[in-house]
């Protein structure tokens, strides 16, 4: 019987995530655990930090825990204000995991990396799989190290680990803090209430982005794949569409024609200049048939029609 526990639950991707998880497998059979609560249920719910080894352990013996998806973290933007933090929670949270699936009967483990991997030597247009990573954020600094640690225990130990480095992920279920991505969302909420926004990016920073239902889709069917058809151990490059903020504004004028926008770089700016511009994903089309249904325009749409609603 499948089990689940998710980690980071009520983050930007967690929230949506469970939600799906449990429309599949059922309620009972996902268990999400966070350090904060969510304003909405979200039975059934544990507190968990997850640098707490020995509570980690409880919750997994207690609800007879068999799959892990492991998605507390600290992002790219946050991380730079507490590198030393960013490296224990993001690195040692998941070693924590990585032991616990080593020692007990944990059947899977769900890694998010991420294209914070990727820095000034990695070719930025349609960025290959196996490419040169050397990023300046401790955020990347920790996934691509937590890459190598899920490779090393999936050769070493058999762990069944997989992972895939997500874009820059759009979702209208919340506002996400600390990431160098989030103006793609603050974006549509700021129009739709204000009919103006200040980008904290420049406009032509074109970065890989993803609806978040392609990214739950890409989560869920990867972990639901073959283990043989998983050929790549360390992380998966992924995506979808690819934008800058004056294409993204482009597109949202489009509902919004009366709607401005401003260019106001700040430290996020220097980030993003050193990340792909676009991905090339095919390996995972390959192995796992991954295949993306949003793209800008039809991601433009439903993030209006839904953040409409909220105001
Ligand atoms: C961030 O901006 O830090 C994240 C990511 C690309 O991993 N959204």
Redesign the pocket.
């Known amino acids: 019987m499948r089990r689940i526990l998710v980690t980071g639950a009520n983050g930007?991707i967690g929230k949506v995530l469970v939600a799906e998880l449990r429309r599949v497998y059922g309620r009972d059979s996902v268990l999400a655990t966070d350090i904060k609560k969510s304003a909405e249920n979200n039975e059934p719910y544990e507190f968990l930090d997850i640098l707490n080894e020995n509570r980690l352990y409880e919750i997994v013996h207690d609800h007879k825990i068999t799959e892990i998806y492991h998605l507390a973290a600290i992002?790219?933007?946050h991380?730079e204000w507490n590198p030393l933090k960013t490296w224990n929670i993001n690195l040692n949270g998941l070693l924590t995991i990585l032991e616990l699936a080593k020692k007990k009967d944990i059947q899977k483990v769900f890694f998010?990396s991420?294209?914070?991997v990727f820095g000034k030597t990695t070719p930025q247009v349609n960025t290959p799989q196996d490419v040169p990573l050397l990023p300046e954020?401790v955020?990347g600094m920790s996934?691509v190290t937590g890459e190598l640690w899920c490779n090393y225990y999936h050769k070493k130990y058999g762990v069944d680990v997989r992972s895939v480095r997500?874009?820059?992920?759009i979702g209208y279920q919340s506002i996400?803090h600390?990431?160098?991505?989030?103006y793609a969302v603050e974006i549509f909420h700021e129009i739709i209430k204000n009919n103006v926004y200040t980008c904290f990016l420049d406009g032509d920073t074109r970065?890989p982005m993803m609806y978040m239902p392609d990214a739950v889709d890409a989560t869920i069917k990867l972990m639901q794949a073959d283990a043989a058809a998983i050929q790549t151990r360390s992380s998966y490059n992924l995506s979808a569409m690819s934008f800058s903020p004056r294409e993204l504004f482009t597109e949202i004028k489009k509902y919004f024609p009366e709607s401005e926008i401003a260019y106001d770089p700040d430290f996020?700016q220097e980030?993003?200049a050193a990340?792909s511009e676009s991905i090339d994903d095919s390996r995972a089309h390959k192995e796992w048939k991954w295949k993306p249904s949003y793209d800008l325009a039809r991601m433009t749409q439903d993030m209006i029609e839904n953040i409409k609603k909220l105001y």
Do not use: E, H, N, V
């Open positions: 930007q992002l790219s933007a991380g998010p991420t294209i914070a954020t955020y996934k997500y874009p820059g992920i996400p600390g990431g160098t991505t989030d970065l996020r980030i993003a990340w």
